[in-house]
């Protein structure tokens, strides 16, 4: 397996396509995101839709789960760190960069007791979040280090999760015909 330089020029045209097509067409450039999550039964596992893909989100068997997939929290750390992965090969491809590899590596942290008596101070989001950005390359310190504020500054998720976000909440009730019988 080769080193991702074809991969960044490809990135590269792709990326100046796509800015191209935008700036042609400013409506088009909005993309609708969306994401639907159907716990199953007698598991609760939770069946993450995406497109045309399925993704499994689990628990520890010490959590009531069958340790079938990550959990949400995991699930986004993963995020983030899939997120820091494809700006800093957008940002290497568009500063035409030489890198062989990349890898992301982040960890958080969770804690059971949180919010209960005695630990109200502690978060009951994970926190403590921290990401290695670790790159083979030949180019300049002064170069890698631009890339690296880049990415901090156009990472969508690294943003989002910086930055908090208002989130509405709907509630939509129903009543299967068990449960009126």
């Known amino acids: 397996m080769g080193n ?3 991969y960044l020029q490809q990135k590269r045209e792709s990326l100046h396509d796509r800015i191209a097509k935008a700036n ?3 409506d088009q450039a909005r993309t609708k995101l969306g994401a639907k999550v159907k716990a199953a039964g007698r598991s609760g596992v939770r069946e993450i839709r995406i497109r045309d893909f399925q993704v499994i989100s689990d628990s520890p068997p010490d959590y009531a789960g069958y340790n079938l997939g990550p959990s949400s929290p995991e699930l986004q750390l ?3 760190g899939s997120c820091i992965t494809h700006i800093a090969l957008i940002q290497a491809a568009d500063r035409q960069l030489s ?3 990349l890898e992301v590596e982040v960890e958080g942290e969770m804690h059971t007791l949180a919010g209960r008596p005695g630990y ?5 989001y994970p926190h403590n979040i921290r990401y290695k950005l670790i790159i083979d390359s030949d180019e300049s310190e002064e170069a890698l280090q ?4 880049a990415i901090e500054r156009v990472c969508p ?3 989002l999760l910086k930055n908090p976000q208002q ?3 709907l509630l939509v009730t129903s009543r299967s015909a068990a449960q009126t019988s």
């Open 167 to 169: 989130i509405e909440g």
């Open 4 to 6: 991702l330089n074809e």
């Open 120 to 124: 109200e101070e502690v978060p009951l």
């Open 24 to 26: 042609t067409n400013p």
């Open 78 to 80: 993963g995020v983030l």
């Open 99 to 101: 890198i062989r590899s």
């Open 146 to 149: 631009e890339l690296h504020e």
């Open 157 to 159: 998720i690294f943003n």
